[in-house]
């Protein structure tokens, strides 16, 4: 073999990565047929499924975005994971949010705080939540009416957001939010809150359970959080907004492709055993042959989006390239994610509309993912502005 020769072929897996999308694709598969029961635990018990939690406990793969030096590991090991997982119809939601907030707490410290909530996702033993948006400035963070306040030797937190997934299953939230309402030039502050302080107020948002998980809105009236609480430096919440911001475009971005390949599959096998009229499948149709032949070509596109964005993530890349990279595969991911899910519910047809099969949530979780965690339209401002360097309006 020529020396020049890598290990492996170009833009193929490494084997530590290709080795840990077989673990987790044989996994995935010996829980698929529980997709809808696993998806209910969570909604009905508050907590992840405790078989297939420990699934991932045992394997390591909870903490596995917080250990780019580990073989197979980092935000690409824990992509392969999750995206394994919503190929058999199994969308984890808590595992991206936990994640991402970790790394970003790794990111900015302090150490202490880092190394308490790292260690307890890591383990499986924590989730954490984020609390960013609010009604009136949605994802625009500039515009955040919520005040996390220095107050002698602790922060008092005022405000409302909304929206935050899963408060009913976490041990911390990270709100983001003003240092001073009155002086716009103070900054931004994050603080890890507990959701059952004093002076929160927890309220369920009934949006039937999208991806698999509560929907709550948060208000705090002169909530007192200790100074320990605080992620990173006082005033510098943004330095903790953009590392958790790609860090969870990248792993929806797999979840993403994960759910358009399973509605993809189900699709392919419809559309080869569907007979309705004469002696050929429904699949020897163009109008469904050749959508599903162009969602197909797609999908290995994306995927090799995004692995190469979580790739670079874990290698220190550039902040600003991350950035754009990170909206550019969510963009993609979650466009495909709805085509896929809208075509396999054409395809499938009255079947696809029975509660029991799962189909629904996966076509509405598809259509939810286009307009968070961030909107399309927001990763394609970001896209225009900042990567192309198109002016802004004034």
Not at 9 to 37: K, N
Not at 310 to 317: K, S
Request: a negative charge; one cysteine or more.
């Amino acid at each position: 073999m020529n020396a020049a020769v890598t290990a492996h072929a170009p833009f193929e897996l490494a084997p530590e990565h290709a080795r840990l999308r077989d673990d987790a694709r044989r996994a995935a598969a010996e829980f698929a047929s529980r997709a809808v029961e696993i998806r209910r635990h969570l909604i009905d018990h508050s907590e992840m499924h405790p078989e297939l939690w420990a699934v991932f406990r045992d394997n390591g793969w909870a903490g596995l975005g917080l250990e780019p030096g580990r073989a197979g590991g980092g935000l690409l090991g824990m992509a392969i994971v999750l995206e394994a997982f919503a190929e058999q119809g199994i969308v984890l939601w808590m595992p991206v949010l936990s994640t991402a907030i970790a790394q970003a707490i790794e990111t900015v410290g302090p150490p202490a705080t880092s190394d308490a909530w790292t260690a307890a996702v890591s383990a499986g033993s924590s989730h954490l939540g984020m609390a960013a948006t609010e009604p009136q400035a949605g994802h625009n963070m500039f515009a955040v009416e919520t005040e996390i306040r220095r107050a002698d030797d602790h922060f008092v937190v005022n405000g409302l957001k909304r929206i935050t997934s899963g408060l009913d299953v976490v041990d911390r939230v990270l709100v983001f939010g003003r240092t001073d309402l009155g002086d716009p030039g103070a900054g931004y502050t994050t603080v890890l809150v507990d959701p059952h302080a004093p002076g929160v107020t927890v309220t369920e948002i009934p949006m039937r359970f999208r991806e698999g998980v509560r929907q709550f809105q948060l208000e705090f009236d002169n909530v007192t959080v200790p100074a320990d609480a605080l992620v990173g430096g006082e005033g510098q919440g943004l330095r903790t907004m953009w590392p958790f911001t790609h860090a969870e475009r990248v792993l929806t971005a797999a979840i993403c492709a994960g759910t358009a390949s399973y509605g993809l599959n189900r699709a392919i096998a419809h559309a080869k055993d569907r007979t309705i009229s004469g002696k050929a499948p429904i699949g020897a149709e163009q109008a469904i042959a050749h959508p599903l032949a162009a969602l197909h070509a797609r999908l290995t596109a994306v995927q090799l989006v995004i692995y190469r964005t979580a790739a670079r993530i874990d290698a220190g890349l550039d902040p600003d390239t991350v950035a754009g990279d990170s909206d550019i595969v969510k963009l993609l991911a979650a466009d495909l994610a709805f085509d896929s899910a809208d075509h396999a519910m054409q395809v499938l047809g009255a079947t696809a509309w029975d509660e029991r099969e799962g189909l629904i949530d996966i076509y509405l979780d598809a259509r939810l993912s286009r307009s968070g965690p961030v909107s399309n339209e927001f990763a394609l401002n970001h896209i225009a502005h900042h990567v192309l360097g198109l002016p802004t309006r004034t």
